[in-house]
């Protein structure tokens, strides 16, 4: 059974910084691309970062690019998004999910359309 389990959030004041974990099983997790992406409340969600299999290739939303960076170790079969320099805006619920399109090179957005699992999320808020 598929599963994405993130972890990580929580309340932080703007500036600081969070770092998010997604831990993956029942599917072999090398062989995917994965993503991050959130909602925050009364948006739609959207993508965040991605990165391909080997971890050699990331992609990042133009509001986020510099301050967060997004990592793998395929022997935990983890992903990670570390965030730095939060702001208010960054406040939304992040999930992780999973792309069985490994990708040799990230030339864009993932698609939220195109993930093949996602996890039930995990609650980021940046106060002011």
């Known amino acids: 059974q598929v599963q994405l389990v993130e972890s990580g959030g929580g309340l932080v004041q703007a500036g600081g910084s969070l770092s998010l974990s997604c831990a993956a099983s029942g599917f072999t997790f090398i062989r995917y691309a994965m993503g991050w992406f959130r909602q925050a409340p009364g948006k739609e969600r959207e993508f965040v970062g991605g990165?391909?299999?080997?971890?050699?290739?990331?992609y990042y939303a133009d509001s986020v690019e510099g301050r967060f960076t997004i990592s793998r170790d395929n022997a935990k079969r983890t992903v990670y998004l570390q965030m730095n320099s939060l702001k208010p805006e960054d406040t939304a619920v992040y999930y992780c999910?999973?792309?069985?399109?490994?990708?040799?090179?990230?030339?864009?957005?993932?698609?939220?359309?195109?993930?093949?699992?996602w996890g039930k999320g995990t609650l980021v808020t940046v106060s002011s």
């Open positions: 990165i391909n299999w080997s971890g050699g290739s990331t």
């Open positions: 999910a999973a792309d069985r399109n490994s990708f040799d090179v990230i030339r864009g957005p993932l698609s939220s359309s195109r993930m093949d699992s």
